[in-house]
């Protein structure tokens, strides 16, 4: 028969023993203290230098990350990734044609052959680089240029606006794909007045012959006497998508152009022309995609 002081010698033990249980240390206060993390084996590093490649700090200034002194900083701060490993020697040599650079989370785009452009598309204009009815095209205007270049996506000949064009086929066939979902933003004259649950009414759906559609957002922009400008966001990238929807709710286009996709503005760039867009602009597009 175990005597009290035998019972509490006992119970001491087991509480210096960690009472009993695994993975709890002593208790303090009536709280198990928690267990401390056990270490998991490093990933194998992967080397990423290219001796006949380009040095990393000299593609980054030249992509106007920086200057060569910051792209330096930002490299031993290990704010870089080359295929997709954290680099900090400032000696390593990439290829950019290649490799997929990353600088505090966003892609950089480090290949000085690819071409990004915003074309203000005008009515009339097919979205393709030669019509065989000799109308005209988007390829019309791009004649003079060397690159090889192909359009993102689609505007019919009685849609004007923005359309992207690259010969980046990764990024453009990836911001096509419905499961990236990059919005797309649209200004149309429609006959009005406009109700006031119209909005409501597209954002929950609006069912057409070949599906469902919704709007990401509506709003109206301007009013005059029997006509309306409304400002339509949505992902979907169907043919004649907007038109339709918006004749299924009783106000059939009258006009309609594309603004913006994505990050990427019309802002003033006039109709037939074209700019370069900018490195933020690109960086905003690839984490659209994914990329």
Do not use: W
Not at 41 to 46: A, G, I
Not at 105 to 125: H, M, T
Not at 263 to 289: C, F, N, T, W
């Amino acid at each position: 028969m175990s005597t009290p002081r035998g019972r509490k010698a006992a119970a001491g033990k087991q509480q210096r023993s960690g009472g009993g249980r695994s993975g709890q240390g002593p208790q303090r206060g009536g709280r198990p203290r928690a267990a401390a993390p056990q270490r998991t084996p490093r990933s194998e590093r992967v080397d990423v230098h290219q001796p006949d490649g380009v040095r990393l700090q000299k593609l980054l200034a030249s992509a106007g990350v920086g200057s060569r002194r910051a792209c330096e900083v930002l490299i031993t701060e290990g704010r870089v990734q080359v295929d997709g490993q954290v680099v900090t020697e400032l000696g390593v040599r990439i290829d950019p044609t290649t490799q997929v650079v990353h600088v505090d989370g966003e892609r950089v785009q480090l290949d000085d052959s690819k071409v990004y452009l915003a074309f203000n598309k005008p009515l009339g204009v097919v979205s393709t680089m030669h019509d065989e009815l000799d109308r005209p095209s988007v390829g019309d205007y791009l004649e003079q240029r060397k690159d090889r270049l192909f359009h993102v996506g689609r505007l019919d000949a009685d849609t004007s606006g923005l359309l992207l064009l690259t010969n980046d086929g990764e990024l453009a066939n990836r911001l096509q794909h419905p499961s990236y979902g990059v919005p797309k933003t649209y200004l149309a004259v429609v006959p009005g007045p406009i109700p006031r649950d119209l909005g409501k009414q597209l954002r929950a759906g609006v069912e057409l012959e070949d599906g469902p559609v919704r709007v990401d957002s509506f709003k109206i922009v301007d009013s005059q006497p029997g006509h309306a400008m409304v400002q339509v966001v949505l992902h979907e990238g169907r043919k004649h998508v907007v038109r339709r929807m918006l004749e299924a709710v009783g106000h059939p286009v009258e006009s309609l152009v594309r603004t913006d996709v994505g990050a990427v503005h019309l802002g003033e760039l006039r109709q037939g022309k074209m700019r370069p867009l900018s490195s933020r602009e690109i960086d905003s597009l690839y984490k659209a995609a994914g990329l």
